[in-house]
T-cell receptor
Framework: QKEVEQNSGPLSVPEGAIASLNCTYS??????FFWYRQYSGKSPELIMSIYSNGDKEDGRFTAQLNKASQYVSLLIRDSQPSDSATYLC????????????????FGRGTQLTVWP | NAGVTQTPKFRILKIGQSMTLQCAQDMNHNYMYWYRQDPGMGLKLIYY???????DKGEVPNGYNVSRSTTEDFPLRLELAAPSQTSVYFC??????????FGQGTRLTVV
């Protein structure tokens, strides 16, 4: 199993719809989870961070974390064409049992297209 | 506030040449990272550092070397460049196990 896996996509939704992005991770002790957005040719930029089980909302974005299931998701409500980008899930992973969670691993990314 | 600065932005190397990708941050972050991103793929971790003098391998370290003599700088060395190293390289930093901040990337082509 890969350290961080995302639903493969690409994902295409109409403007105004809800886009749902999913991510699973392998390390049971991971504590910090991040969603980044990356426009073509640009650097990743942080959208959301989440550290506790449950939901975290920020404007049109909601991150959901379930540590027991090792699952984190991102919902984008009222999707806009400007949301069209690749969304990357990132998780802190241990290098080995007992080490720190210093490794920050990324999933492959899900390409989202929001059409007018 | 410059954040994370990578140089150069673009580079073409011939097979077998060597080069150093520079990364500097002015946020006094302990953790620094090097990633590569191939077309249509996510970020793959090459090396990382949790403080000056401490480095460790990531997912794809072969063909690369790093050093961390200061908190600010984290150069990535490519020895004997190969076409498989054609990629976009991103440097990132963060204070601890929190969000990471990225540089603008270096687009490297090996021909």
């Amino acid at each position: 199993q890969k350290e961080v896996e995302q639903n493969s996509g690409p994902l295409s939704v109409p403007e105004g719809a809800i886009a749902s992005l999913n991510c699973t991770y392998s390390d049971r002790v991971s504590q910090s989870f991040f969603w980044y957005r990356q426009y073509s040719g640009k650097s990743p930029e942080l959208i959301m961070s989440i550290y506790s089980n449950g939901d975290k909302e920020d404007g049109r974005f909601t991150a959901q974390l379930n540590k027991a299931s090792q699952y984190v998701s991102l919902l984008i409500r009222d999707s806009q064409p400007s949301d069209s980008a690749t969304y990357l899930c990132a998780v802190n992973i241990r290098a080995y049992r007992g080490s720190t969670l210093g490794r920050l691993y990324f999933g492959r990314g899900t390409q989202l297209t929001v059409w007018p | 506030n410059a954040g994370v600065t990578q140089t150069p932005k673009f580079r073409i190397l011939k097979i077998g040449q060597s080069m150093t990708l520079q990364c500097a941050q002015d946020m006094n972050h302990n953790y620094m990272y090097w990633y590569r991103q191939d077309p249509g793929m996510g970020l793959k971790l090459i090396y990382y550092s949790v403080g000056a003098g401490i480095t460790d391998k990531g997912e794809v370290p072969n063909g690369y070397n790093v050093s961390r003599s200061t908190t600010e700088d984290f150069p990535l060395r490519l020895e004997l460049a190969a076409p498989s190293q054609t990629s976009v390289y991103f440097c990132a930093s963060r204070p601890s196990e929190t969000e990471a901040f990225f540089g603008q990337g270096t687009r490297l082509t090996v021909v």
